[in-house]
């Protein structure tokens, strides 16, 4: 049974960094796009970054470039998202996601994504 457990979230002021944690169990992690995702309430989910886990690329949406990085840890089949300089635009609900294959030009689409977890809350304070 195919499982993203996120975790990591919390409340900061702005400026302020957190690290979100997805563990990945119940599928082969070397061949995936392994996705974050944000939505905020009356929002679209929204793509902020994603890896490719065979070969540890990385994508970043404009909104996070340069402030928040990807990493993982393949002997725990775990990704991380560290943000830093928070801003309060970005408080949503952060959702990990999994899609097979690579990630490419199209990994912003959430329907490309077969495997999502449950999210947990970011919450950024002016």
């Known amino acids: 049974q195919v499982q993203l457990v996120e975790s990591g979230g919390g409340s900061v002021q702005a400026g302020g960094s957190l690290r979100l944690s997805c563990a990945a169990s119940?599928?082969?992690?070397?061949?995936?796009?392994m996705g974050w995702f944000r939505q905020a309430p009356g929002k679209k989910r929204e793509g902020v970054a994603a890896a490719y886990t065979g070969d540890r690329s990385t994508y970043y949406s404009d909104s996070v470039k340069g402030r928040f990085t990807l990493s993982q840890d393949t002997a725990k089949d775990t990704l991380y998202l560290q943000m830093n300089s928070l801003k309060p635009e970005d408080t949503a609900m952060y959702y990990c996601a999994a899609a097979v294959g690579g990630c490419g030009g199209s990994w912003m689409l959430t329907i490309r994504y077969n495997y999502w977890g449950q999210g947990t809350q970011v919450t950024v304070s002016s």
């Open positions: 119940g599928f082969t992690y070397s061949s995936y796009c």
